[in-house]
């Protein structure tokens, strides 16, 4: 089993920055690929990006494509988002994940973070 937290998120202006980070518990993270996934208010959660288990292959939301940023640290057991540019629209509690194959679709991830709250103003 794995328990996941995030943090890092906050308030931000339009066009900053903002890294968030998921601590993973556990001697198994290696083994889980890992997700990020938002949720705006009165909107589904939907895919930002994910990364495989090693690192080397990330993919994003068309959305978030060229300003996200997904890495991960696997000696350390997280997973790092990092958020540049940031849009009104990206206003929503953010999520990482852990599943078994990297998917858009929220069925494909066994394990959930809690949530940290990302707030865009202008």
């Known amino acids: 089993q794995v328990q996941l937290v995030e943090s890092g998120g906050g308030l931000v202006q339009a066009g900053g920055s903002l890294r968030l980070s998921c601590a993973a518990s556990g001697r198994t993270f290696s083994r889980y690929v890992m997700g990020w996934f938002r949720q705006a208010p009165g909107k589904e959660r939907e895919f930002v990006g994910g990364i495989n288990r090693s690192g080397g292959s990330t993919y994003y939301a068309d959305s978030v494509k060229g300003r996200f940023t997904i890495s991960r640290d696997n000696a350390k057991n997280a997973v790092y988002l990092q958020m540049n540019s940031l849009k009104l629209e990206d206003t929503a509690v953010y999520y990482c994940?852990?599943?078994?194959?990297?998917?858009?679709?929220?069925?494909?991830?066994?394990?959930w973070g809690q949530g940290t709250q990302v707030t865009v103003s202008s």
């Open positions: 994940a852990a599943g078994g194959s990297i998917s858009n679709a929220r069925r494909s991830y066994e394990y």
